[in-house]
């Protein structure tokens, strides 16, 4: 199990370094730069400025400074914002995206599960149906329709719920957290439904009925592990899908997390706080995806056998 | 027949299917006494798996059976599921065809074992799991306590089939159904798992119902033997007179199918012509199409089922041309 | 030759699949609508007398009158509505079928000829596939449209360069159990080159699993282009794009829900149907997986 563990590491911590280095030459290579477009400065400014940002540097050295920074988890200062570091936009911003993404991970997880289980029991029944339905909407309308649309509905027409903002407390966060979490809901029901109907089908689920043990102890001990297992591998992607969402959530609900952050700072080119944001993206989905397998692992004993 | 363990009357088990239903077992009536082995033998196709597959309510979706399952009293084929899961797993166990699969692949082997024992005779765990472990080394699982606490991907295929064994011993069931045990199984130890089966069924006077195509399989281990094709009981005798002296045209051709060491010279194994055919309600004998000796009212007429008193005692077989002189 | 090599299950088994398909009633109900749809936004501007760029300033904001000749009103440069969506409908569907297309051949040659080659390239190829299936998907599209230097070309590949991966991973899978088989063993045995083997008997018999997973490509492409257009990273004014449009559409919602309803809804529709196809087609593929 730690020999497990230590290889999912290593393979994280290369990925990391792959994305490490992918981004800074990408920002490197790309064109423009922060203070390229739309100033006139003058020769000096220009040096000073890429002097403080160390621009003026061959880039080797940058890299190996950038490199270094990221060891130490110091970004250094954002090119748009000069006052803040990377680090304190980032701090600024994280709170309200973890909140929102945790309750759009807990709130999927718990619907969706239970969507797809009462499918695949009662097949054909109208929670069958009801899920399937949700199924379809959730996966082919974007978040950014579907939210629009429910901002239209609750906000504007109903006055039930902010438009959006962070400032009225929980009331603030259930739009965003629903919509995030519909596409996710979506795909857990229909993982879990197809799954559940596959495990009952397996020739173990038979040997435990034939044991007569009865209906709820097959299910709770035999069926539900084999079935849940796919649907704990989405987590990853899930995790993948949530980063996506939240970056959209946070321009249509003007939420100022780290996605709408990221967004400002691609458009404006702020190439270190980009560099942040995504470094910082990368390492959670790693994360999530390590998890992921240990988790796996634990609950199937041919995968902690692996080699 | 006042000792009968097990009495099938009239079985028919019906799917349906998209293109209509389909009758796999049709009108099937059988005996079983206390401890006795019985073989049922007959191609893919003859039904002779789902008859168990009745007898434990585990049917596909699609599956309807009818008739009457007469098991110590009770008639399985009507019980509610609460009453026959206290009938499954522990009078009545079961044996199936892929030890590969038939194993929870989460669950450690020893924990599989005494989830039966916990749930029909009330054992708390620790107790459960020992005497879990008391049935593996009893199925000559090395190491049985170290084994128990493995998973079943870490057992062979002849290891895993014998802890299926195990598991369907365990609550010292008065009767075993087992499912073609073997097919699955390398030859070299097919016969190994088959000997300990009935050597274990013996000591505990266990029945046991054996389904398989191979009668090798049925002369070694089998009191008696049911012939079955296309779902209906073709022959029933004992097992050492079936070889000698086969009534039903079917048998005497499934019996000129198998190889045996007296008639190794021969160049040729015999072969049944044509192919079974499939499902659909038949009016006449279903072997009438690929029958050597058939008459013309085999086709029209249903041979019934008879007691063949002239070929020796518990004989019966379906068949027009036997039984008349 | 070589056609003669290939195991028996081309054509017939083909039509038999496709026959299955046309029995599901939601999957041609969805192609039709697709069809439809396509059709209207290839051909629909000609029956105009303007471009979905041209500003009417006789009519700026008109509501949805359904009059000639602004059906669905203008918006607020007195651009014809309808014309702009379909144009964008346009944009978003050539880059959609375009981009599934290119990233699906990437994705089956890569794969293709690492499960046929095998050993150690296999091992490289696959470590390459697996660190980028590492990176979080969207901030790889955004950093590679930002490399590219933005524009329809710079999204394009960005899109594709991130969603060869998926079919890479399965193709591989199915070629490496083909490369064992006795039809690709006789054709190495007789002489065929490899890359030769990779693209006439890897490739064809890859092609039922490709179909599946490649046209669950196709609403996703659509969906990463919106996406970003919507963010205003992908496609920009005045060119318009379904997810420029439900931009615009979404910052004047409070005043007129149509600038929104129009395209949003026209590329749900879009994602449904394509949905529902794919849905039909993996179930005609392999029907015991319902």
């Known amino acids: 199990m730690l020999r497990f563990i230590g290889k999912r590491l290593w393979h994280g911590g290369l990925t990391l370094a792959a994305l490490v280095t992918l981004t800074f030459f990408v920002m490197r290579l790309a064109p423009g730069g922060p203070f390229s477009r739309n100033r006139k400065i003058s020769p000096e400014v220009q040096a000073n400025i890429e002097a403080a940002f160390h621009l003026d540097e061959p880039i080797w050295q940058q890299f190996g400074r950038f490199v270094w920074g990221v060891l130490r988890l110091d970004l250094g200062p954002s090119t748009r914002h000069r006052d803040y570091s990377v680090n304190d936009l980032i701090a600024s911003g994280l709170p309200y995206s973890l909140t929102i993404g945790f309750w759009a991970v807990v709130v999927a997880a718990m619907v969706g599960v239970a969507l797809g289980l009462a499918g695949a029991l009662r097949r054909n029944s109208a929670t069958d149906y009801l899920a399937g339905i949700v199924g379809v909407v959730g996966i082919a309308i974007p978040i950014f329709v579907i939210g629009p649309l429910l901002q239209a509905t609750f906000a504007l027409r109903l006055d039930w719920l902010p438009v959006g903002g962070i400032n009225n407390g929980w009331h603030s966060l259930i739009l965003p957290v629903v919509v995030l979490a519909l596409p996710n809901i979506a795909y857990i029901s229909r993982l879990t439904r197809t799954s559940m109907i596959e495990t009952q089908r397996e020739n173990y689920i038979r040997t435990a009925r034939a044991k007569g043990i009865g209906w709820r102890r097959v299910l709770w001990r035999h069926t539900l592990t084999g079935a849940l297992l796919p649907v704990i591998a989405y987590l990853g992607p899930a995790t993948a899908a949530i980063i996506t969402g939240s970056i959209l959530i946070e321009t249509i609900f003007a939420v100022p997390g780290i996605g709408r952050h990221f967004v400002d700072a691609a458009l404006n080119r702020d190439y270190p706080l980009v560099m942040g944001i995504t470094l910082l993206y990368g390492g959670i989905l790693i994360l999530f995806n390590i998890a992921t397998d240990v988790i796996r692992a634990v609950l199937d004993p041919r995968i902690r056998n692996e080699r | ?325 | 030759m070589s056609v003669d090599l290939a195991p028996p299950r081309g054509i017939s088994t083909f039509a038999l699949q496709l026959r299955r398909f046309r029995q599901n009633g939601l999957s041609m109900a969805s192609v039709v609508v697709l069809a439809a749809i396509v059709a209207l936004c290839f051909l629909g501007p000609l029956a105009f007398p303007f471009t979905g760029e041209d500003a009417d300033f006789d009519f700026i904001s008109a509501p949805a009158t359904f009059s000639w000749p602004h059906l669905f009103g203008t918006d607020d440069f007195g651009r014809d509505l309808l014309v702009r969506v379909l144009e964008g409908g346009q944009v978003s569907l050539t880059i959609g079928f375009l981009g599934a297309l290119v990233a699906g051949v990437i994705g089956v040659l890569y794969g293709a000829a690492a499960g046929y080659v095998g050993g150690r390239a296999d091992g490289l190829m696959m470590r390459v596939v697996e660190i980028l299936y590492g990176f979080p998907y969207v901030i790889l599209v955004i950093l590679l449209s930002l490399l590219f230097g933005g524009g329809n070309i710079a999204l394009f590949a960005a899109i594709v360069f991130t969603l060869w991966l998926t079919p890479a991973v399965i193709v591989r899978a199915q070629a490496q159990s083909l490369a064992q088989r006795e039809f690709v063993q006789a054709a190495r045995a007789g002489g065929m080159t490899g890359p030769a083997i990779v693209l006439q008997h890897i490739v064809p018999n890859c092609m039922s699993i490709v179909i599946v997973y490649g046209s669950l490509l196709v609403p996703e492409v659509i969906l990463s282009e919106s996406f970003l257009s919507f963010l205003g990273i992908g496609i920009k004014e005045p060119q318009a794009s379904w997810g420029n449009l439900i931009q615009t559409g979404t910052a004047a919602m409070d005043t007129d829900l149509r600038l929104l309803l129009l395209p949003g809804g026209l590329l749900a529709t879009v994602l449904l149907c394509l949905n529902f196809i794919a849905d039909g087609l993996r179930d005609a593929f392999n029907p015991n997986d319902r």
């Open chain 2, 1 to 325: 027949m006042t000792d009968s363990l097990l009495s099938i009357r009239d079985l028919t088990v019906r799917f349906r299917l998209p293109q209509g239903e389909t009758v796999a077992v049709d009108g099937v009536s059988l005996d079983l006494s206390p401890g006795e082995v019985l073989g049922i033998v007959g191609e893919s196709g003859s039904g002779k798996s789902q008859i168990l597959y009745a007898m434990m309510g585990l049917l596909a979706a699609n599956g309807r059976a009818s008739g009457q399952v007469s098991f110590q009293g009770q008639n399985l084929l009507a019980l509610p599921p609460g009453d026959l899961d206290r009938v499954r797993g522990d009078a009545l166990s079961m044996i199936f065809q892929d030890p590969m699969t038939s194993l929870n692949p989460y669950m450690r082997v020893g924990d599989q074992l005494a989830e039966g024992l916990i749930v029909h005779k009330g054992m708390a765990g620790t107790q459960a799991r020992a005497e879990a472990v008391r049935m593996l080394d009893r199925v000559r699982i090395p190491d049985a306590a170290a084994r128990a606490r493995r998973f079943p991907h870490e057992f062979s295929g002849g290891m895993r089939q014998r802890v299926m064994i195990a598991m369907a011993l365990l609550a010292k069931p008065r009767l075993l159904l087992a499912d073609e045990p073997t097919t699955a199984l390398d030859v070299t130890i097919q016969a190994q798992v088959l000997d300990l089966m009935a050597e274990l069924g013996r000591e505990t006077g266990t029945a046991i119902i054996l389904v398989t195509h191979d009668l090798g399989v049925v002369a070694r281990l089998c009191d008696r033997v049911v012939v079955l094709y296309g779902g209906r009981v073709m022959e029933e005798a004992p097992a050492e007179v079936l070889f000698d002296a086969p009534a039903h045209p079917y048998t005497r051709g499934l019996l000129a199918a198998m190889p045996r060491l007296e008639t190794a010279l021969t160049p040729r194994l015999g072969t049944i012509p044509g192919t079974p055919r499939s499902g659909g309600a038949v009016t006449g004998c279903p072997f009438v199409d690929r029958c050597e000796v058939r008459l013309p009212r085999c086709a029209t007429d249903r041979p019934p089922l008879r007691d063949l008193t002239a070929f020796g005692p518990g004989r019966r077989a379906a068949c027009h041309l036997t039984g008349v002189s």
